[in-house]
């Protein structure tokens, strides 16, 4: 009961303070992100400090490559974080922008607005940054957050949430606006899940498990960011050299986050060109393949596993691939749509028309032509950062940054108007 009564608590302050943010002006909100992102920078030695308890727990209790890959951070981190908050602070505030305006003939104006959410509640794993990112989003976009993260990260998500929290505080924002759960039981999650008084939105981050858990859950509306099953279609017009560029970083250069490449396609007319040196690149990079029949008579290696139905449907976000040759790019196409999760995929050819096919046809919430996948990024489609990647359809979808944090209402005005 006690449990449940302090998270009560903390939900109605976040309620309560969420009533009078669309008080906030945008330049108050503003200089509250870059004195934010001026602090992390100011006291990187002691969010460092904090980071290296987490790793050395997580060592201990002997937690996967990828899994401690997402939880740590360094410097370099730590300054892209404060980089998305001043990023935030430049984009265009959200809260009572026009979507839409008309007049009815019978002289009404309706004016289409954006407004703030509410409470938004962040359930996530092993990345401390989610905390910051969250943070600055939810505060530009004038919703209250209540932050849930994995027990994996507390000292660090503790010592940032401190931070930020600090300087809400010395900007006059109201108290309740920003919340950390720091609660390790499984059952606060339950109970937050509970609470649809109180909470208007709750968006899970983190492995199928967490996810397929909150939205089993939860009573208060979930948008999902899903797992990132996420391709590479090598075309038969190709540009090869640019194809093995891309397609190593879209599998190397981060293997552990749901952007990156998880099955590599390639066309049939070109494998016996791509895949030899393709795979021996990756190989050398200690990248596990598992591959088709064709893949693996092309390229004769005892190291090349075969490849599963299950290895297709499988994020694996460590250093592992599936390959699979295809006669077409209308196999490629199905391919994606029959196996993938909707997240991002990608097409290498130069050919427009084959091109604009695959865009069209490829039901993900982002499709490239001749780029990485790990371009999904809020910060990097420059929205500053990003709740997350939804794969839903409703109400948003893509990487989810300030305009999704919001909603709409209509403003009417007449002038003595009556129904007849």
């Known amino acids: 009961m006690q449990l449940k009564q302090e998270i009560i608590k903390i939900a109605k302050k976040a309620k309560e303070a969420s009533k009078n943010t669309i008080f906030i002006s945008t330049t108050v909100k503003d200089n509250a992100l870059k004195s934010m992102a001026k602090a992390l920078l100011d006291k990187t030695k002691d969010i460092l400090k904090a980071n290296q ?8 209790a002997r937690l996967s490559p990828a899994f401690i890959d997402r939880l740590i951070l360094d410097e370099k981190r730590i300054t892209q974080m404060a980089e998305s908050l001043e990023e935030i602070a430049r984009s265009e505030d959200p809260v009572g922008k026009l979507i839409k305006s008309w007049t009815r003939p019978n002289g009404l104006r309706i004016d289409k607005v954006r407004v703030p959410i509410g409470v938004v509640a962040i359930i996530y794993e092993s990345r401390p940054n989610v905390t910051s990112d969250c943070i600055g989003l939810c505060l530009k976009s004038g919703n209250s957050v209540i932050l849930r993260g994995g027990s994996q990260a507390l000292n660090s998500n503790l010592t940032i949430f401190k931070i930020l929290n600090d300087e809400a505080k010395k900007a ?8 950390l759960i720091t609660i390790p039981e499984r059952r606060a999650i339950d109970i937050l899940l509970s609470l649809t008084d109180y909470i208007d939105l709750v968006i899970p981050r983190g492995g199928e498990d967490l996810i397929k858990r ?47 490449m998880e099955s590599m396609l390639v066309h049939k007319d070109v494998a016996v060109r791509f895949l030899p040196g393709m795979l021996k690149k990756f190989m050398e990079a200690n990248v596990e393949i598992r591959g088709c029949a064709l893949t693996r008579k092309i390229v004769k290696n005892k190291a090349i596993k075969k490849a599963t139905e299950k290895d297709y449907r499988t994020e694996y976000l460590d ?27 990608a097409i290498v050819t130069d050919n427009y028309q084959n091109a604009l096919e695959f865009m069209r046809a490829v039901d993900s919430a982002c499709v490239y032509v ?8 809020g910060y990097q489609f420059g929205l500053g950062a990003e709740i997350g990647i939804s794969t839903d359809k409703l109400h948003c979808r893509g990487p989810m940054a300030l305009e999704e944090l919001t909603t709409y209402k209509y403003m009417v005005f007449g002038n003595g108007q009556i129904r007849i």
Not at 53 to 60: C, L, P, T
Not at 172 to 179: A, D, K, T
Request: glycine share 6%.
């Open 214 to 260: 909150v939205t089993k859950l939860s009573r208060i509306p979930v948008i999902k960011h899903y797992k990132g099953i996420c391709h590479v279609y090598v075309d038969e017009w190709a540009d090869l050299n640019m194809a093995e560029n891309i397609c190593f970083n879209a599998k190397v250069q981060r293997p552990g986050v749901c952007n990156a």
């Open 319 to 345: 250093l592992i691939l599936s390959v699979k040759v295809v006669d077409s790019l209308k196999a490629a196409i199905e391919h994606i749509n029959n196996y993938g999760s909707h997240h991002s995929d």
């Open 172 to 179: 006059g924002l109201p108290e309740g606006l920003i919340n």
């Open 53 to 60: 308890k987490d790793i050395i727990s997580a060592k201990q």
């Open 370 to 377: 001749n780029a990485s996948t790990r371009f999904t990024d």
